[in-house]
């Protein structure tokens, strides 16, 4: 299982709520980053954004918003309702916070202590190790009935052809269009062989649809 402390950053640059927003602007750019946790004696109490700190810059002349950014605080624009992960939580359930929260990053907290922090690029590049998509082979993706016993009868298929699966990710359930027929749960998987022509045709006759690749 991988897990949020897998992909999490530890190196954490942090800010004071009483730090200016010229500083935080300072820091994303020397830095390179996009968010920023704010700390009061040790205690995670906000957290701001690149954006949220591009939004409270005035636009004024050079000298008027450079003197404007330094009377702005970061917390006149930090978000103060933190929603943070723990170190081992499964890095799904980072990618789904994060999805239903549209938010970029989560701090990562342990015994009330921020650990490290976890951004959307460190889960999109989890993920990607996940489905094996870094490593070469095929993608398939097979229509599979929806019922005990029938991932492991196409997985035994590959086997039967020599071929090792790298990763299978569930896909939507796909109703049937005939009244009565099995429901069916699409599955991608990602197999370490590039000509998928043999197993393709043992699938079918297994009774299961290869929806990708293609027939030729």
Partial sequence: MLLVRDSMTREIVTLAPDET???ALALCRERRIRHLPVLTE??????VSDRDLRSATPAFGDQERAAALEEILVEDVMAGDVV???????????ANTM????????????????VGIITSSDVM??????VGANEPGSRMEIAVPDRPG??????GVFGMCGINIVSAAMGPIR??????????RIVVFR??????TEVVGYLEEAGYSVLWPPRP
């Fill in 125 to 130: 590049s989890a993920l990607v190790y996940l």
């Fill in 84 to 94: 943070s992960v723990l170190p081992d939580d499964p890095i799904e359930q980072a």
């Fill in 99 to 114: 999805r239903e929260r549209r938010i970029g990053s989560l701090p990562v907290v342990e015994n009330g202590e921020l």
């Fill in 191 to 196: 197999v370490d062989t590039i000509d998928t």
């Fill in 150 to 155: 029938s991932l492991a009868g196409a997985a």
């Fill in 175 to 184: 109703e049937p269009s005939e009244e009565g027929a099995v429901r069916e």
């Fill in 42 to 47: 040790g205690r995670l109490v906000g957290i």
């Fill in 21 to 23: 927003v010229g500083t």
